[in-house]
């Protein structure tokens, strides 16, 4: 799972370099959410990368009855990643992000309830990890990583250091 954080790690070092621009304009989350992105196709070869995916395969992403996270996308607020890397046609699902800027100050709770849904092993079309980012003009705020439907705290440990080490964080 290291080797494909370091790839994230990588897209984050080039986003910042080369999307300014937006960031001082304090552009939308999707406009953002879009730009990283491009930037993640150059690090992961041979998986497609999508923002706002809805599909699993031929079927549309929804998850079990019950969830607090809705299939309906009205409040943005649905169940549909920011950004996935995927193998759309398998599927295979590698990694979900959820992408927030700094200036939200919506709850936590809900990207954090929806990638642990996304992650959860019990689930056929689970991601291996999640992400969770929290962005500003100049650096990563916070992160947290998802594994096996929990949150991980070894690598968010580990991931977080990275990005200080990259001069991504203060951390």
Request: with cysteine; glycine share 6%; charged share 25%.
């Amino acid at each position: 799972m290291q080797t494909e954080l370091n790839k994230v790690i990588n897209a984050l070092h080039e986003f910042y370099a080369r999307e300014a621009f937006l960031l001082e304009k304090d552009v939308g989350e999707r406009a953002l959410t879009h730009r990283l992105a491009v930037h993640f196709e150059a690090q992961f070869s041979g998986w497609e990368i999508d923002c706002e995916y809805d599909r699993l395969g031929d079927r549309t992403l929804r998850l079990p009855h019950g969830s607090i996270v809705s299939s309906d996308d009205h409040l943005a607020k649905s169940i549909y990643p920011d950004i996935v890397v995927h193998q759309r046609a398998i599927p295979n699902n590698l990694l979900a992000v959820e992408v927030r800027k700094s200036a939200n100050h919506q709850p936590l709770e809900h990207d954090q309830h929806k990638l642990r849904a996304l992650t959860d092993p019990h689930l056929w079309f689970a991601y291996w990890i999640g992400l969770l980012l929290t962005l500003d003009k100049k650096q990563v705020t916070m992160s947290e990583v998802y594994t096996s439907g929990a949150l991980d705290q070894t690598l968010s440990i580990w991931f977080a250091g990275r990005l200080k080490d990259a001069g991504l964080s203060a951390g």
